[in-house]
């Protein structure tokens, strides 16, 4: 029995080997566009999971009224750490996690710079990253303790056993390994390459150490393990008035807790309730990878009851041996599974050699795990769904034809046959129009923000990192610089251009009590205007010819607006943490923060121990990598402790698309797949409509009509269909696309143009296809066809 089950579906591949290679052709490419996108969204819903207790650890966060809505913040006091520990029983522990450093680490001759945090001794006991030497119990208790990832380890101790070694950091301080972990996982919401302890911190940084008590500084992260994940409600009715009760009365400030699980999907927040962000594209993806695998699906589904005929008298045959219905049915689908199990294995075979490439695509070190039982259950249900769903329809209908009809030759299917195909088809070009539409609507977006008024000149400037050389030795290394004429400014800055660290209230005269608006907040050098290129609107920029300008503040174009100030703004006093400032002048728009967002009021100050980047502006050359040497010496001479380490502004502020580039990216070579998918289905249904019409061709000719006149013919029932896929695909893309776009301040509208552009495309190239086959049809010698008439 399975022996003939097996050799007639042998068989039936090889005799109409066109339309099985065209099946499992786009079986195969729907299966491994799906597994490459299915492999990133595991990626995505894996973030954190491997941490043994994220679903009871949480984030502290504040919900924080002003400007007339909830804004969600996740940097808190200091003093929330130890308060944490005693306000409610539900919390087992708490720990504190600095924002990120990246200093020198020095071991011998090697001389590395590397990410890590400050982080309190629960830390390894609380996210229980593996630890592969020592223990996590105690390993950040000694303030000179340093914990090391396996990497690390590596490039700074070779071959050596770590544990007790010592690494100086920054040229300064000297730490002794007490622990090494195992390499972060990329999906993991904490990234770093060594941990320091949060003593050490304290210890030398004096703004930390005056935190402690400070109830009015949010700048610190604090995390909670609670006893149970369902005590999150219980908790946050808590800790919600903590700070009201600690004197942060100003506007209402709510404490919450954000659970791990959602630090990576659900970051983003409205008026104060998680609103998705990762989870928004996961869900997108995943609607991409259905749908091609639904188009592949399609395809296999046509072509079978395309084929019908053609095997009606097999049928009959085996009706008249007694062959059952359902053994009908079951030899149908049998045959389904089996070209489903083909494709999945072509799938495999294909998602493997764009694997690499896709990793470079999607930025991360995805790979198809062949040792997981439960990635062959997921490949096994892949299979049979599959095939159940590519096969189920032709089944049934093969299995209903009577016997008797088709013992007599071909049946002749009704006009409504062709319905439930016709209906497939539509749908094939509904789920490509819609990825169409979306590519080209996302590229527009990525299109208005790339080109959106920045406010500064980002050709040429270079942002490096600031040490304590630099701070001793800012003033000459900038004059050196200068003078060496192969840059045009320099300037320093608590951020770089492209980042916000810092957001403040301020105050001015006229302001309503109630009225509270944050203020971006950058301490700023001498020259950051010049040097940045932004416009100096109305007064002047920090200047030394005015003393040091320490009670000096300039605001931008959007400050000045939301103050409304009457008259001539320059002089006026305004006030900032609680001491008077005058206002100097008035600078344009920089655009620091999202892309996608409207301008925010900015202030700026100066204050030189408030300092993190040194920014310089190169000027324009032939040479740009002379004029980076030369720039290296100068900083190298003056900080000789320190690699020379730059970043151009126009490359950070290219990282703000990544994810956006990356849905145009991928929705656009998956649209373009299922497109190739489509016209593989069109190529066989094209060809078997013209095989089906070869009488009547040649009748037609012989009565005198032109090729064209055939061609004609033969692409207007398709043309037809793509007309009414479009008809439902415009309305469907627009309202998705719109909802997509909502998230978005700024954000383009989803022009008309749009939906008859990509109905013009889609139509052309379904007519290729299908007048292509027309065309050699209407080609033939009409003696063939009419010889046995």
């Given at each position: 029995m399975l022996k003939n089950f097996f050799m007639v579906t042998v068989r039936n591949l090889f005799r109409q080997r066109v339309y099985s290679?065209?099946?499992?052709?786009?079986?195969?490419?729907?299966?491994?566009?799906?597994?490459?996108?299915?492999?990133?969204?595991?990626?995505?819903?894996?973030?954190?999971?491997?941490?043994?207790?994220?679903?009871?650890?949480?984030?502290?966060?504040?919900?924080?009224?002003?400007?007339?809505?909830?804004?969600?913040?996740?940097?808190?006091?200091?003093?929330t750490y130890e308060a944490m520990k005693t306000i409610d029983s539900h919390i087992l522990s708490a720990c504190m996690v600095s924002w990120g450093e990246e200093p020198l680490m020095t071991v011998g001759d090697k001389r590395v710079i590397k990410e890590g945090h400050y982080v309190s001794e629960e830390f390894l006991e609380m996210f229980e990253f593996p630890v592969l030497k020592g223990s996590k119990n105690g390993s950040l208790d000694d303030i000179r303790s340093i914990v090391l990832t396996e990497s690390l380890a590596k490039i700074l101790f070779a071959d050596e056993d770590p544990l007790g070694k010592t690494v100086k950091i920054d040229d300064e301080s000297l730490f002794n390994v007490s622990a090494v972990l195992a390499d972060v996982p990329g999906n993991s919401t904490f990234q770093f390459d060594y941990l320091l302890p949060w003593k050490h911190y304290e210890q030398t940084q004096e703004w930390v150490r005056n935190s402690k008590t400070q109830w009015g500084n949010y700048s610190f992260q604090v995390f909670v393990e609670l006893n149970e994940p369902q005590a999150v409600a219980a908790v946050n009715a808590s800790i919600k008035d903590l700070l009201t009760k600690n004197g942060q009365t100003d506007i209402q400030r709510d404490l919450f807790l954000h659970p791990m699980e959602k630090w990576h999907l659900y970051s983003n927040f409205e008026n104060g309730v998680p609103t998705g962000g990762r989870s928004d594209y996961v869900q997108l993806f995943s609607m991409i990878a259905i749908f091609i695998l639904i188009i592949a699906c399609i395809n296999f589904m046509n072509l079978s009851t395309a084929r019908s005929e053609k095997r009606a008298r097999e049928v009959g045959i085996r009706k008249s041996l007694g062959s059952s219905k359902m053994q009908l049915v079951y030899q149908f689908i049998g045959e389904s599974m089996i070209i489903s199990m083909i494709a999945f294995v072509l799938a495999i075979i294909l998602a493997a050699i764009f694997l690499p490439a896709y990793n470079d695509l999607v930025d991360k070190k995805l790979f198809i795990d062949f040792t997981s039982g439960q990635n062959w259950a997921f490949a096994l249900g892949l299979v049979v769904i599959t095939g159940l769903v590519s096969g189920s329809y032709p089944a049934f209908f093969l299995s209903s034809?009577?016997?008797?009809?088709?013992?007599?030759?071909?049946?002749?299917?009704?006009?409504?046959?062709?319905?439930?195909?016709?209906?497939?088809?539509?749908?094939?070009?509904?789920?490509?129009?819609?990825?169409?539409?979306?590519?080209?609507?996302?590229?527009?977006?990525?299109?208005?923000?790339?080109?959106?008024?920045?406010?500064?000149?980002?050709?040429?400037?270079?942002?490096?990192?600031?040490?304590?050389?630099?701070?001793?030795?800012?003033?000459?290394?900038?004059?050196?610089?200068?003078?060496?004429?192969?840059?045009?400014?320099?300037?320093?800055?608590?951020?770089?251009?492209?980042?916000?660290?810092?957001?403040?209230?301020?105050?001015?005269?006229?302001?309503?009590?109630?009225?509270?608006?944050?203020?971006?907040?950058?301490?700023?050098?001498?020259?950051?205007?010049?040097?940045?290129?932004?416009?100096?609107?109305?007064?002047?920029?920090?200047?030394?010819?005015?003393?040091?300008?320490?009670?000096?503040?300039?605001?931008?174009?959007?400050?000045?607006?939301?103050?409304?100030?009457?008259?001539?703004?320059?002089?006026?006093?305004?006030?900032?943490?609680?001491?008077?400032?005058?206002?100097?002048?008035?600078?344009?728009?920089?655009?620091?923060?999202?892309?996608?967002?409207?301008?925010?009021?900015?202030?700026?100050?100066?204050?030189?121990?408030?300092?993190?980047?040194?920014?310089?502006?190169?000027?324009?050359?032939?040479?740009?990598?002379?004029?980076?040497?030369?720039?290296?010496?100068?900083?190298?001479?003056?900080?000789?402790?320190?690699?020379?380490?730059?970043?151009?502004?126009?490359?950070?502020?290219?990282?703000?698309?990544?994810?956006?580039?990356?849905?145009?990216?991928?929705?656009?070579?998956?649209?373009?797949?299922?497109?190739f998918i489509t016209g593989l289905g069109l190529f066989g249904l094209a060809s078997f409509a013209a095989e089906q019409k070869v009488k009547e061709i040649g009748i037609r000719k012989v009565l005198g009509a032109s090729v064209v006149n055939l061609v004609n013919l033969l692409t207007r029932e398709f043309s037809i269909l793509v007309l009414i896929a479009f008809i439902f695909a415009s309305p469907i893309a627009w309202y998705a696309m719109d909802t997509y776009l909502d998230r978005y301040d700024i954000r383009v509208p989803v022009d008309w143009w749009i939906f008859p552009a990509a109905g013009l495309v889609a139509l052309l190239f379904a007519l290729l296809i299908v007048s292509n086959q027309a065309f050699r049809a209407a080609q033939k010698n009409p003696v063939e066809s009419l010889r046995n008439e």
């Amino acid at each position: 029995m399975l022996k003939n089950f097996f050799m007639v579906t042998v068989r039936n591949l090889f005799r109409q080997r066109v339309y099985s290679i065209i099946n499992i052709a786009g079986l195969a490419i729907g299966i491994a566009c799906s597994i490459l996108i299915l492999l990133w969204v595991e990626d995505e819903l894996g973030y954190d999971q491997f941490i043994p207790k994220s679903d009871r650890l949480q984030q502290v966060m504040i919900n924080a009224n002003y400007q007339g809505e909830i804004n969600s913040w996740n940097s808190v006091p200091q003093p929330t750490y130890e308060a944490m520990k005693t306000i409610d029983s539900h919390i087992l522990s708490a720990c504190m996690v600095s924002w990120g450093e990246e200093p020198l680490m020095t071991v011998g001759d090697k001389r590395v710079i590397k990410e890590g945090h400050y982080v309190s001794e629960e830390f390894l006991e609380m996210f229980e990253f593996p630890v592969l030497k020592g223990s996590k119990n105690g390993s950040l208790d000694d303030i000179r303790s340093i914990v090391l990832t396996e990497s690390l380890a590596k490039i700074l101790f070779a071959d050596e056993d770590p544990l007790g070694k010592t690494v100086k950091i920054d040229d300064e301080s000297l730490f002794n390994v007490s622990a090494v972990l195992a390499d972060v996982p990329g999906n993991s919401t904490f990234q770093f390459d060594y941990l320091l302890p949060w003593k050490h911190y304290e210890q030398t940084q004096e703004w930390v150490r005056n935190s402690k008590t400070q109830w009015g500084n949010y700048s610190f992260q604090v995390f909670v393990e609670l006893n149970e994940p369902q005590a999150v409600a219980a908790v946050n009715a808590s800790i919600k008035d903590l700070l009201t009760k600690n004197g942060q009365t100003d506007i209402q400030r709510d404490l919450f807790l954000h659970p791990m699980e959602k630090w990576h999907l659900y970051s983003n927040f409205e008026n104060g309730v998680p609103t998705g962000g990762r989870s928004d594209y996961v869900q997108l993806f995943s609607m991409i990878a259905i749908f091609i695998l639904i188009i592949a699906c399609i395809n296999f589904m046509n072509l079978s009851t395309a084929r019908s005929e053609k095997r009606a008298r097999e049928v009959g045959i085996r009706k008249s041996l007694g062959s059952s219905k359902m053994q009908l049915v079951y030899q149908f689908i049998g045959e389904s599974m089996i070209i489903s199990m083909i494709a999945f294995v072509l799938a495999i075979i294909l998602a493997a050699i764009f694997l690499p490439a896709y990793n470079d695509l999607v930025d991360k070190k995805l790979f198809i795990d062949f040792t997981s039982g439960q990635n062959w259950a997921f490949a096994l249900g892949l299979v049979v769904i599959t095939g159940l769903v590519s096969g189920s329809y032709p089944a049934f209908f093969l299995s209903s034809f009577k016997t008797l009809k088709t013992l007599k030759g071909s049946i002749k299917l009704g006009k409504g046959a062709g319905i439930p195909r016709k209906v497939l088809v539509v749908t094939q070009f509904v789920f490509a129009l819609l990825l169409m539409i979306g590519s080209v609507v996302i590229y527009r977006q990525i299109s208005l923000v790339e080109n959106r008024e920045l406010g500064y000149e980002q050709e040429g400037l270079i942002q490096v990192p600031y040490t304590e050389d630099l701070s001793d030795n800012y003033e000459v290394l900038k004059q050196e610089l200068l003078r060496s004429g192969l840059v045009e400014g320099v300037t320093r800055s608590n951020s770089p251009v492209t980042s916000i660290y810092s957001n403040n209230f301020l105050s001015w005269p006229g302001k309503p009590e109630t009225q509270k608006v944050m203020f971006i907040t950058i301490s700023a050098g001498y020259d950051y205007s010049s040097t940045m290129g932004t416009k100096i609107l109305q007064g002047r920029d920090f200047s030394k010819e005015f003393g040091s300008d320490s009670s000096a503040i300039l605001v931008n174009q959007a400050a000045l607006d939301v103050m409304k100030l009457e008259g001539d703004p320059i002089g006026t006093p305004l006030t900032l943490w609680g001491s008077k400032r005058n206002l100097v002048g008035v600078i344009d728009n920089i655009l620091m923060g999202s892309p996608y967002e409207a301008q925010r009021p900015m202030l700026m100050v100066m204050n030189q121990d408030w300092i993190s980047y040194i920014t310089v502006r190169l000027k324009k050359t032939d040479d740009l990598n002379s004029s980076l040497a030369g720039v290296e010496q100068t900083f190298v001479k003056y900080n000789p402790a320190y690699p020379f380490e730059y970043e151009f502004v126009d490359e950070a502020f290219g990282r703000k698309f990544k994810t956006i580039n990356l849905t145009r990216k991928l929705a656009t070579i998956f649209s373009i797949l299922a497109i190739f998918i489509t016209g593989l289905g069109l190529f066989g249904l094209a060809s078997f409509a013209a095989e089906q019409k070869v009488k009547e061709i040649g009748i037609r000719k012989v009565l005198g009509a032109s090729v064209v006149n055939l061609v004609n013919l033969l692409t207007r029932e398709f043309s037809i269909l793509v007309l009414i896929a479009f008809i439902f695909a415009s309305p469907i893309a627009w309202y998705a696309m719109d909802t997509y776009l909502d998230r978005y301040d700024i954000r383009v509208p989803v022009d008309w143009w749009i939906f008859p552009a990509a109905g013009l495309v889609a139509l052309l190239f379904a007519l290729l296809i299908v007048s292509n086959q027309a065309f050699r049809a209407a080609q033939k010698n009409p003696v063939e066809s009419l010889r046995n008439e």
